[in-house]
């Protein structure tokens, strides 16, 4: 094995479009390459129907991802670089299941099932299963029992892991009699690349189990039989077929195996570390520490925080997606909150806006196709940036237009998919960009709400760090969002903050730190931009904000039920 600085490590992002390879120094966490595979499948719309909420990857398409992902950054490299890898950390989206044999192999992946969606991966942001959600929050308030949803923030989401189960197991009666078990996406890929796929012996991940299985050690693991049994009769016997120890991804699932050892231009027999998602990685690669709120802005938010054990107690904080030993940083209490839409907003602002390109322009008379593919193409890569720029114009204190940001349900404070969006105060005057402005402070008005149910819940926030897409280049949005927080946001200096992250969980699984805040204090990411409130603003945007509450609180009733 080489030695110091000459050790590499690999860190894998599985994200919702695409898988990213990114090859980083152990000794400093310096990104030297980096290579993105998109899933061929996925985005030639296979599995998926956006109308019905589902959303469905191919095993096929993480495999073949993850090779050519790894393959492509390594060739960046001298030809050494893959004898110099050290280890592997892998995180990816989640809450994304999937039923698989007695062996461990994805339905989809065996004869008959190829073809069918419900024995693939169900994505993070299918809500397909919200009344199997309802059913689970139902029974846990009503059984006599035990709230097994008490360390989930009291309220069980249709983005999470038994929701999704008992979703497919009603829906499918193939899958139901095929399926001997279920594995996280984050799970199964650490057990592919080691050969360990045994559902009854792959080792699982703490940071999934706790946030999205109610795993916790206060009951002894997952659920138990009696109670999801009341949940659905179809659930009777699963539990003995998962799992009741969950693992922190500072720990090896295994060595690489020399298959993939093979395939991926490696050494076999490097540790790769127990997955976990995207956002909880994340976090440790932009440098979380206590009473910081890391918010990864993309598609969608997610909001982490760590804190001491002691300061958290028993106490069980209310309206969050749980609180999780170890989930982000082992020995620290992990608390995720997040948005089910961010940027997801201003993109289905700027496709209503760029429907006559789409629709009429086509068929205008006297000019070619080829061109008209061309301005269609143009205008919606340059619409979004061309509203800022005229939305940033647009004194706030002048508008009428409030939106609220549940286009895809609400995560936090207190998950209810149920929800919809909403635009209130138009008049014949309101254009364009006083309508994306307005969607932009929802989202904005969104994440103060997580930071207010935190702080009501006794969790302080002292520091704000942002990484992502719309943190990167999203300057008028951020803007926006210091102002209606109230508070400085610091952006992470790395694109790669969540490759970076699952990194550093490599580094400390194959034993070159300790603990991951060692590895941190190396290998995290600094900050290259700082955005600070401006004082007027943040003043009017206090009195705003209460006006977006105030909105939520009527409508709520009225859009849960359409």
């Given at each position: 094995m080489a030695q110091g600085s000459d050790r590499l490590i690999i860190g894998i992002d599985y994200g919702t479009d695409s898988v990213r390879c990114l090859v980083v120094g152990a000794s400093d966490g310096k990104e030297l390459a980096t290579e993105v595979a998109p899933y061929k499948r996925w985005k030639a719309g296979k599995y998926s129907d956006p109308a019905s909420n589902r959303f469905r990857q191919h095993p096929l398409d993480y495999i073949e991802s993850l090779q050519a992902a790894v393959t492509g950054a390594l060739a960046k490299l001298p030809k050494s670089a893959g004898g110099r890898v050290a280890a592997i950390g892998i995180d990816t989206t989640g809450s994304t299941p999937c039923a698989v044999d007695r062996s461990g192999t994805p339905l989809a992946l065996t004869k008959g099932f190829e073809e069918n969606p419900n024995a693939m991966f169900v994505l993070w942001k299918d809500h397909t299963a919200v009344k199997e959600a309802e059913r689970v929050n139902s029974v846990s308030r009503g059984w006599g029992g035990t709230d097994f949803t008490k360390y989930a923030g009291g309220v069980y989401s249709s983005e999470w892991f038994w929701s999704k189960i008992l979703h497919v197991l009603s829906e499918d009666p193939k899958v139901r009699a095929r399926a001997f078990s279920w594995v996280e996406h984050c799970d199964w890929m650490p057990a592919l690349l080691t050969g360990t796929t045994d559902p009854l012996t792959m080792k699982r991940s703490r940071c999934a189990a706790?946030?999205?299985?109610?795993?916790?050690?206060?009951w002894g693991g997952l659920p138990p039989d009696e109670f999801l049994v009341r949940v659905d009769p179809r659930l009777r016997g699963l539990r003995e077929r998962l799992y009741s120890e969950s693992q922190t991804s500072d720990k090896s699932a295994g060595g690489l195996t020399g298959e993939w050892a093979k395939k991926l231009g490696l050494k076999a027999g490097i540790p790769v570390a127990v997955g976990a998602f995207d956002a909880h990685m994340g976090a440790v690669g932009g440098g979380i520490t206590e009473k910081t709120l890391l918010k990864i802005m993309g598609t969608s938010t997610c909001d982490m925080m760590i804190a001491d054990e002691r300061s958290v107690g028993s106490k069980c904080i209310a309206g969050i997606c749980g609180q999780v030993d170890g989930s982000i940083v082992p020995g620290m209490v992990g608390l995720e909150a997040g948005q089910s839409a961010f940027g997801d907003v201003y993109a289905w602002f700027r496709e209503l806006l760029c429907w006559p390109l789409q629709a009429v322009a086509p068929s205008a008379r006297g000019l070619p196709k080829a061109g008209i593919a061309a301005l269609g193409s143009d205008v919606g890569s340059r619409l979004l940036d061309a509203l800022a720029e005229a939305a940033e114009k647009i004194d706030p204190a002048q508008s009428s237009v409030i939106a609220l940001d549940w286009l895809n349900g609400r995560r936090t404070p207190f998950a209810d998919q149920t929800l919809k969006g909403a635009?209130?105060?138009?008049?014949?005057?309101?254009?364009?960009?006083?309508?994306?402005?307005?969607?932009v402070e929802a989202t904005a008005y969104g994440s103060r709400a997580i930071i207010e149910q935190f702080k009501a819940q006794g969790v302080?926030?002292?520091?704000?760090?942002?990484?992502?897409?719309?943190?990167?280049?999203?300057?008028?949005?951020?803007?926006?969002?210091?102002?209606?927080?109230?508070?400085?946001?610091?952006?992470?200096a790395s694109e790669q903050c969540v490759a970076l992250g699952a990194g550093i969980f490599g580094a400390v699984a194959a034993g070159i730190y300790p603990s991951v805040r060692e590895a941190q204090k190396k290998m995290a990411s600094g900050y290259d931009a700082k955005y600070v409130p401006d004082r007027k603003r943040a003043a009017l945007y206090n009195s705003l904000y209460k006006r977006y509450l105030d909105l939520g609180g009527r409508l709520e009733p009225f859009l849960r039920a359409l």
């Open positions: 706790g946030h999205k299985a109610l795993w916790h050690a206060e635009i209130a105060g138009l008049t014949l005057g309101s254009s364009a960009p006083r309508v994306y402005r307005a969607l302080g926030v002292s520091e704000i760090i942002a990484m992502g897409g719309v943190a990167k280049k999203g300057g008028f949005v951020m803007r926006v969002t210091a102002d209606v927080l109230g508070m400085p946001i610091k952006v992470a």
